[in-house]
Each structure stands twice: as structure tokens, then as C-alpha cells.
């Protein structure tokens, strides 16, 4: 289970120079905006009891080297919810972050909105809302870290609203609290572990590993980067196949090297991004994140070898358009025998999912730099290729179809696969004659650097 630490408390295991923010001026009405019976005095016990004024506290303080606004509820103050004051902190909160170019870290510990403002305090999630946009549209980052409980309005903005998302163990998180839920509902469904697993929140965190781990994602989202992802060097065979046939044979080794052998190498360190935010997951078949290459930050998206599922798609979209927001280069990494095409993979919106990604890809700022390190099965390997900016290492292929489906399209005997496999001209230097990858003394040694056309 997770803490019940004071806001000031959790923020001590943070960060040791946390600096509260002025509170904004506010405004004051016997027993609230809605005359609530009992509401002052409700207050007044619970700063009693908290030693706050505001069920938020919003200050500046350094995680592990990294300087960033934190908004921290506090629990105990009106089971931390929303009210026109708590709107007032968070917006000023969100402003001097702007101005002075800060991240943004919620931490999320609330039931709600509070009930003795009505909707006056329900409003206050625009507001929030709005703040976040503008924050977003500053190119700043946004990364929430889940307490017990994340509920509500709380949850639906600050917490699912932001770039990342981390969670304590066992945490309350849904939209639902506890008090309104039907009587039959699954409590499992509204834990972290629950919302993880369905691409909601990106990773549970033990208390222990909390700074160190935001940190980390800290340091990376704010870190300068420039110009496109070197290339990773490759880490299979050298030497290039003589034959159509002898390409595929080579991608489809069971002993190449994967996805995560080349983030391994490439990186010094990395944190992973999980789920598409509608959803769902693809753990086995596409891995995101950000990592650390040669000093500064580039963002990841890896086919892993299997079909890649929708949810994998999806991933990589929101990747790729959070790089781009913070101007941060994105390396992709393709392999796969194609997408998933059963009929699972078809009712989660396959279609869609991979049309997304490919608009994603054309329409980023940010350089995309792409490796083919295996297989490159038709469009579902295309769409997480950078046009103009693909390479192929010497033991991978990419074609419009496998050789196997083209032999059946076109009723030849299995015998004709390998000659098919020739006739599509799949090998990477295949590709690099038809200019729709590039090369390089890196990958191809001797033959220099060809640029293809900008388009394929």
C-alpha cells in the first residue's frame, strides 16, 4: 500500500530545497460561494488539523539536479479536493512555471472536486485543463506522480493529463472513488498496477525509487538536444546476403540481435514509455522511451520482431509527438513480420492506429532517424520509417509483402518462394539501388553515403 504522508512530507522525500510559491490573493464568503452550512468551519478543522490553508501546496524545488514546479495535494485538507482556491494556486502554479520555463510535476493525491462550492469548483478542471494546454504548448513537460487516492477530477486532469505518468504501489486510481462506485465493481480496476496494465499510466514506482526515477525522467525531458539521432552501429552480420531468399532467412534468425540489444548499446541509460492512453498496451512488440546517447536525449520507438499490435501503434504516435513538442530527436527501430492482422488487432482500430503513426512521422518537426534491423514487413514496418532518413543493416530486408504471401497471391508452388523473394527486391542493397533507404561506410563499407529521394 501506499503512504499517507502530508504534502510537505512527501515533498521532503523529493526534493531538499522545496520553496513554496506566494499564494495568489482570494476571496472569501460566509460558509462559501453557495452559503454551505458549516463549510468554514470545515476549513478551519482541517487547517487545524493540516497545519495548510489550501488543499494544494505549489512550490519550486531540484530532483536530484533537476529544477521543476511541484503541486502537491494534501490529502488530509478536505480529502484533498478541488475548490476555487485550490484553481487559483494551481493556475499561478502553471504561469510561473511558464515564464521561467520549468517542468511541471502534480502530485496527485485527491477525491475530487469539492462538493460545498458545486459547480464553481467543478469548473476549476478547466482551468486546470487549460493551464496544462498552454503549459504543453510552451513545450514544457508535465510528469504526475499518482498518491493514494488519485480520483475524480484530480486524476482526469493532472494525472492522465500529463506527458507521464508514475505511480505509487497499490494507489487508488480511477475516475470513480470509492463512494460512487456500483456495488459490484472490480476494486482491482482502480488500482495503478490496474491503470499500467491498461496504457494508462506509464510505470508503478516503489516510494524508495521515486526520486531517482523522476529525476531521471526530469533530466531527459529538459535536457538540450539537437539535430537528428546518430545511427547505431550494427550488430549482426557485415557482410551482405547474396540472395533475396538469403535476406529473409538471415532477419528471421532466432540468433540476430533484437530491439533490446540495440538500446542497450546505444544508450547509457533509458526510461520507458508505456500505453497508448486509449487503452491499451503492447509490451512484447513495441518499446518507447527516452534515453541518454552520447550526452544528450533521444527519444525511442522499437519493433521488438513479433506483429505489431494497434496498441504498439498508438505508442509510438504519442512518442513521437511528445519528442517533437520538446524538440527532442527520435531514433525508430523496425522489425517486424508486419502488423497484427487477426481479428482482435482489427476491432482495436489497426487501420487507424497505423494511419495515426504515419502522420505522426510526416507531420513531426523533430528529426527522425530510423535503423531496419530485422524484418520489414509491408506497412505496418513503413509506417515507423522516417522518409529520406532510413537505413538498413546488413542482415535485415524490407519488402512490400513477404515472399510467402506473394508466391500465394500469385497461386506459384512453395517451391517459387525463393525465386519471389528475389524478384522483390528486398535485400538492403536492393533498397539502396532503389534509393529507398540510405547507406553509409557505417552499415555498407566502401560505398559512401547515397541520398534517396525525399519521398518513396
Known amino acids: 500500500m501506499t503512504d499517507r504522508l502530508s504534502a510537505r512530507a512527501f515533498l521532503a522525500l ?11 490573493p482570494g476571496t472569501s464568503e460566509p460558509d462559501g460561494p453557495l452559503g454551505w452550512h458549516g463549510y468554514d468551519a470545515a476549513r478551519a478543522h482541517a487547517a487545524g488539523r493540516t497545519g495548510e490553508e489550501e488543499s494544494v501546496v505549489c512550490g519550486t524545488g531540484h530532483v536530484e539536479g533537476a ?18 482556491r485550490t484553481g487559483d494556486r494551481l493556475e499561478a502554479a502553471y504561469t510561473y512555471a511558464r515564464e521561467h ?29 487549460r493551464q496544462s494546454a498552454l503549459t504543453r504548448g510552451a513545450g514544457l513537460p508535465q510528469i504526475a506522480v499518482l498518491r493514494d487516492p488519485a480520483t475524480g477530477g484530480g486524476w482526469a486532469t493532472l494525472g492522465a493529463g500529463a506527458d ?102 546505444y544508450f547509457t541509460h533509458r526510461v520507458a514509455l508505456s500505453g497508448d492512453r486509449s487503452g491499451g498496451t503492447d509490451p512484447e512488440g513495441m518499446l518507447c522511451g527516452f534515453g541518454e ?45 508486419g502488423a497484427a492482422n487477426d481479428a482482435q488487432a482489427e476491432r482495436q482500430g489497426a487501420g487507424a492506429a497505423i494511419a495515426d503513426l504515419f502522420t505522426a512521422v510526416a ?19 513503413l509506417a515507423l520509417a522516417a522518409p529520406g532518413s532510413t537505413w538498413a543493416t546488413p542482415d535485415s530486408y524490407f519488402s512490400v509483402i513477404a515472399p510467402e504471401s506473394a508466391a500465394a497471391i500469385l497461386k506459384r508452388p512453395p517451391e517459387e518462394v525463393e525465386a519471389t523473394a528475389d524478384q522483390l527486391r528486398l535485400r538492403p542493397q536492393d533498397l539502396a539501388e532503389l534509393g529507398v533507404i540510405r547507406t553509409g561506410d557505417q552499415l555498407f563499407p566502401g560505398t559512401g553515403d547515397r541520398r534517396p529521394q525525399e519521398r518513396m
Open 14 to 24: 523529493l526534493t531538499d530545497d522545496f520553496t513554496e510559491l506566494p499564494h495568489p
Open 67 to 84: 529544477r521543476a514546479v511541484l503541486l502537491a495535494f494534501e490529502f488530509g485538507f478536505l480529502g484533498g479536493s478541488l475548490g476555487r
Open 101 to 129: 520555463r520549468l517542468p511541471v510535476v502534480p502530485l496527485v493525491a485527491t477525491g475530487g472536486s469539492r462538493m460545498q462550492e458545486g459547480m464553481l469548483a467543478l469548473t476549476q478542471l478547466q482551468r486546470v485543463a
Open 164 to 265: 507521464v505518468v508514475l505511480a505509487l504501489p497499490g494507489a487508488q486510481v480511477g475516475f470513480a472513488g470509492s463512494r460512487v462506485r456500483p456495488p459490484d465493481a472490480d476494486p482491482a480496476a482502480y488500482t495503478a498496477e490496474a491503470q499500467v496494465a491498461a496504457g494508462s499510466a506509464d510505470a508503478v514506482v516503489p516510494p524508495g525509487e521515486l526520486r531517482a526515477t523522476l529525476g531521471r525522467w526530469l533530466r531527459l525531458l529538459t535536457a538540450p538536444s539537437g539535430g537528428p539521432a546518430p545511427v547505431p552501429e550494427p550488430l549482426g552480420a557485415r557482410d551482405l546476403p547474396a540472395t533475396g531468399w538469403d535476406a529473409v532467412r538471415r532477419a528471421r534468425s532466432p540468433e540476430r540481435p533484437r530491439a533490446r540489444a540495440y538500446l542497450d548499446a
Open 293 to 337: 546517447h552520447a550526452g544528450r536525449t533521444v527519444a525511442y520507438a522499437a519493433q521488438t520482431g513479433t506483429a505489431t499490435r494497434p496498441a504498439g501503434y498508438r505508442t509510438a504516435a504519442r512518442l513521437i509527438r511528445l519528442a517533437d513538442r520538446l524538440g527532442i530527436p527520435v531514433l525508430t527501430l523496425v522489425d517486424t513480420p
Open 363 to 381: 507531420s513531426v518537426s523533430t528529426p527522425v532517424t530510423t535503423l531496419v534491423i530485422g524484418e520489414g514487413g509491408s506497412g505496418g514496418a
